[in-house]
């Protein structure tokens, strides 16, 4: 985790203090329906609640002092609660392992998370739909493989990126899903000491499902499935990220990031507004994909478990979901302050002069009964010198003086080959398909 | 693509041919309803279906001597049909772009080995609920960090297996639904020269749904999810695989690959006999993960398109396939005929002389009164004794001779402690969690 | 390995027939020595040899039907051989293993395909010096974050390539001698039933170091390391190609990959020529790169070996070698060939009227005696009309005619601060460094 | 980073403070040359250099508190410095930019990592060899496939382990030498406002190695080499650390991870003592590997750069040397202290009731005349008798008892075969290889 790329709400998720609460609850829920069971006094989970209800503090260096003597973490918190409550608290985690506390507080942990990125979805998804609309019908260049191919609209490069980020969203929720499952088996699995029925109502409680087979833990398939998705979100950040730093360079300049009126670009060279934003979320794209590797390897644990996922996960729990909160809220803002300039895209459009038509006049050609062989020359010849004027001369004016292309079709028909509404007639079925209006 | 690691059906998908079959019934399709449309003659999809119909075989080679000529491939393909099909062939391809095709046909291949690969699953499936219910109350040692726990049943193992692999199924169906799309949207994706209704025709027709916004390709954050959800499964294929490689080491040996009767394991050494196929299966495993990162790194494909995730998916779209597909019959075939030896699962829960119920003891001299410092004491100081003798001495035995132990528990307590079935009485509730009976 | 992505001379390094040779060659020698050491009789390596000289025939498929039947690939080898050369043979392979054989063969199939890596950089090393020299003043824009920064030279962006593939040259030759080792030590590397002197003998003979301590197989911590060196090489490469791509763009239109007189860039659009091959270039840097992955996973064997390794191997052997082999032939040829237009680079270079230059003004200012705020200033108004009109004023004219600037500098002074020179004044030096001229 | 896999002296080298000390270092050093070439008076760089012989304290937060003003981390950093220093200082970092400083810091700061982690490497392999030599000779069986194969030595196998570390020592200054260079070349690198005589005077100074042709950055091929070299690192330490696993499961217990007298495996269990730290080591070389990954993306930067490598090293540098450097540390305790136990080792060895010696015996019979066939049946059906009875049987007593046997060798001649040190008759060989002695 690297601090400037953290926000607060999602940092705290990771923090001791609320790693404990999640722990407390767990056990008194637990405590709860042992109680009902019978297996210890009902007064217990009272005990514990009542105490939980006047909001106390967890101390955590106290938890820490009792740990580096117990050398169990587990254990010094369950120590330091039951100095807070008294003798009631030794009934707590009866049956238990120290996994059914630890799994099900990342299954949390990773659910808490996933709310927050949800959030953070439909935060981006509500700016780019706002800038899609907004420029719905802005036209500019489309391009494939870097080249001028014909027209869309910007509003319509938003609405790819919004459809992008809705399937992202359902990705997320299918992910968070995955994660949000409770385990209180005991050892190795088997209830043996602990009655499924606590598993039931702390997974109740939680608001998480119950781990139909646990082994003492939680099967990693169900977290390696949870960072590789959002592996795939990154790389949807990674690619508007790649469009808006396209879309700055110097010769296109069609949109930049937003600059406040004060700020510099470079203190020497005050033409200088680079597109830093965007290049760090690249950055950080790269940083979330790469943690789901780890998490791919962890699948395969010996037997019933072992430990060698523990180490990756304090790496890539927080870090995974902090930096990826923290970039979809980057990008979040990038779009929402955009600065768009659609008489740029104009000139960019038009740079070519025109030969971005070329298709539709030579269509025009064939259907007015020139052979497909003749219309191509003709289209040609022209668009060459166009080519060759680097955008200097237009098509259809050299067209219009072509008498061959003019003994087939009138100005007017050529003029109307020109036109670049014909490319957005269909925006309005794309936008329904992607914002259901 | 290793031939050795490949099976007919799923790479067949991956011929010229299979590929071939798939264009042609795109372009049929769509040339279908541009006829209804009206901006081709009716009569020109006929003549292609008329002719289809004959069941024709596709001259790979002649189109690829096409291929030779025109240097692009869809065009060869097109000119190759033409000449089977006769004059009616022109009006194919009108308004569409090669990508069309393409980016549809991918989408058919992925789909289709979606459909093999449920059937592995399925198979695989079939194959642990048969060994996991022949098995269900095979008493086996459960292991933590490789080391001896508490008993489990070998038919909870399995269990385990079945319901990570049921998990995958789940994820391969939503994975089929992500990549089960068609795009016909022409150039840059607007729609300008053919009509969304073309696209909604052929999409019914192939049982795919629409892309919603495709820019001239269909978006790659579909296949990065795809390829990271093969990832995931081929995690838990190796999670399996780790777990029959470990009980047919020598020392534990509750476990083997099936051998044949006159195999030989080595021409030196008659003792062997290696783990080879679940071996192999670690290997496959770490490809099928490692083809996921080019798909990652597709997604972020510059402006409307590139074509730099082309050559990743002539590399990825049949080796990921192909390789899984093989990964997912070997391990059932492991499976289904896995030698398994509950003698010997018997002898390495008994090697510790009965220490796996030391917990049990321990909690019932708590409740019989015994203070938890004196019990533990009493546990551990005869514990000591059986594990200072390698398991030669029993510590029930050793209990029953402790009159400190014996003053709490009579010999019949003490002997209900070391009851196997105490630990397996839930294994019915986690097997109906699984199997659903 | 993709057939399209292969060039024949590295391929043949991967046919059966080749692995045979080098099979042979391993046991011809290591008979020798064992007669030498007279474990076996000294006619039996003359036999093998004698039989060599003839040329013979390696029929594969002989083999592979013996195969069949002893399911054992150096078995059936090892028959084939003896059917071939008659009673001798049988002293073949005395106190080795498969191992021995398969190991050893890998690196002399790594080594040789290192050569044919080493001397595709040397091409491509020469193609991009040569471009470098031919463009050693070529004028044009440094970009920082894609935004116009100052200017440099053609050639030195040509020049940093050239030292970039030339660090990656020494990190192959590295990596070859990594994988170049000869493992010649039996069941579980003790030389118990064959001496070391065979393996340095073999060793010698095929230009290899000996392996200091193989356990039955060559330690894979070097195979990772040689993929790992390729995947360094691929970053490499998609740099340049995605330097290309960029220079290409319609906006920037600096270089092109090369068009034959000929060739259509798209059927219906004349104006369209794609950087095609760099894009192609990008996405197997991609796979090379994955590549790496697995080969890391593989160095963790189990005890003295597992076979794990083995099916990853037979994938990415031939597949990283093979398409690192093309992707670094195809890189020459777009260097070789590429159309640089330095006329348009001047016209990039200007297209901000001379803002480039603001920085070397202000401290012409500062320097003249205007305090620093003020030169800033100055500047600023004036480079903000030229930013304004979108390059189409020249900051010099400005400037020029602006008192307050022409108070501290006269119009000579101005120009000589605009002019581009100053910027190349260490290209030689820079020259100097990478081609030690 | 996570605090808890952190130690100090690396974790220091990544602290503000220390980063801060280099700038300055690196700014001061400059400064001396500029000062030496009449740029800027020599009086500057002596007031750098006496202020900084009182050994200042580094204000970070002054500094931060700037950089909220400035935005600008490097020019905070300078005002800071003036501040201290008084008006000389406002002549540092003449002709500079911001890269030139961070760049080459992040080259002190890798190499100094680098420092820490060869001699983390050195106390690796000096325990590592003290270990072997005391278990030079300690019988144990050699495994592959996980299966009983032939006899080894203890000493073997850590020998083995040296060499591999030996190489990683190699790769790793290797590595260090990559990423050990100095870059003082301006904006886009072209020298044009600050001579090369300062990047060779500043890179003397701090140790480093020019970078022959910098584009205002270091190119990031060097940074790929480096962590990719950290990764396969990594490897080796999974591989020892799974072989510790190994060696301490139940079953086998031939070695144990040290466990201080009155530690507690578990408080339930007291039969439990885990290889937690090799698991835990497991975990960590699964991150290390993964930080490679985003390294090689970093390469490909656009023209002359961008800055999506930054947000990537900000992870990454800290993370990947922190990490590896406590991994190794933790790797040395785990070694140092193996408690390993030479009679487990026999008993394992023995386990198969001298089946492991059936080659040998095999051998013998042949050489003794007896055709292959029947040596080979005569062999089998005694070791099918010690297989069946689970190692309770004795292959040597079996065979001294069949007739057939005898006929062809006497009990001395088979007991010869049963020698373990035949097997170890090249140890010496094998030791002299690797430790030169």
């Known amino acids: 985790m690297v601090p400037r790329y953290a926000r607060p709400a999602m940092s705290a998720i990771w923090e001791p ?15 709860e329906k042992l109680g009902e069971l019978g297996v210890v006094p009902e007064s217990a989970a009272r005990a514990l609640w009542d105490w939980w209800k006047t909001d106390p503090r967890i101390d955590v260096e106290a938890i820490d002092a009792i740990e580096a003597v117990t050398k169990h973490d587990v254990i010094a918190f369950l120590t330091w609660v039951a100095e807070q409550v008294g003798d009631e608290a030794r009934f707590m985690h009866q049956g238990m392992t120290s996994s059914d506390v630890l799994d099900t507080t990342l299954s949390v942990q990773l659910a808490k998370a996933s709310d927050i990125l949800l959030e953070d979805l439909d935060l981006l998804l509500a700016a780019i739909e706002r800038r899609a609309r907004e420029h719905k019908y802005t036209p500019t260049i489309g391009r494939s493989h870097g080249i001028h191919a014909e027209p869309v609209t910007f509003g319509l490069k938003l609405a790819q990126a919004h459809a992008e980020f809705a399937r992202c969203r359902e990705r997320l929720v299918n992910a968070r899903r995955e994660i949000a499952t409770c385990a209180i088996s005991g050892a190795v699995g088997t209830f043996a000491n602990v009655s499924p029925e606590v598993e039931e109502h702390v997974a109740e409680r939680l608001g998480l499902a119950i781990e139909p087979v646990s082994t003492q833990v939680i099967p990693r398939d169900r977290h390696a499935m949870y960072f590789a998705t959002l592996a795939v979100i990154a790389g949807s950040i990674e690619r508007l990220a790649v469009e808006i730093r396209h879309l700055q360079r110097t010769e296109v300049l069609e949109a930049e990031e937003y600059f406040s009126p004060g700020q510099k670009g470079s203190s ?20 979330i994909r790469a ?31 902090i930096t990826l909160d923290f970039a979809l809220a980057r990008l979040t803002g990038v779009v929402d302050k ?23 006049v030579l269509l025009a050609l064939t259907q007015a009964g020139v052979s497909r062989e003749d ?50 007639k269909h925006v309005d079925t794309i936008f329904a398909r992607v914002f259901g209006e």
């Not at 943690?291 to 699948?299: D, G, I, Q, T």
């Not at 001369?393 to 219009?400: E, G, P, V, Y």
């Open 17 to 31: 203090e609320a790693r404990y609460r999640i722990w407390f609850e767990i056990e008194a829920h637990a405590t």
């Open 268 to 287: 020497a060279m005050p033409h200088k507004r680079n597109p830093i934003l965007t290049e760090n979320l690249t950055g950080q794209a790269r940083m």
């Open 291 to 321: 943690y789901a590797l780890p998490a791919l390897e962890n699948v395969a644990l010996w037997h019933e478990r072992d430990i060698s996922h523990s180490s990756v996960e304090r790496f890539i729990g927080p870090d995974a979901t």
């Open 338 to 360: 955009l600065l768009v300039y659609p008489e740029r895209m104009q000139k960019n459009l038009d740079r070519m002069g025109g030969l971005v038509h070329s298709q539709r």
């Open 375 to 424: 219309a191509y020359r003709l289209v040609q010849r022209n668009a060459m010198k166009v080519w060759e004027s680097d955008g200097a001369l237009s098509l259809l004016d050299l067209l219009k003086d072509d008498p061959e292309v003019t003994s087939a079709l009138t100005p007017d028909q050529l003029e109307e080959k020109f036109d670049l509404d014909y490319h957005f």
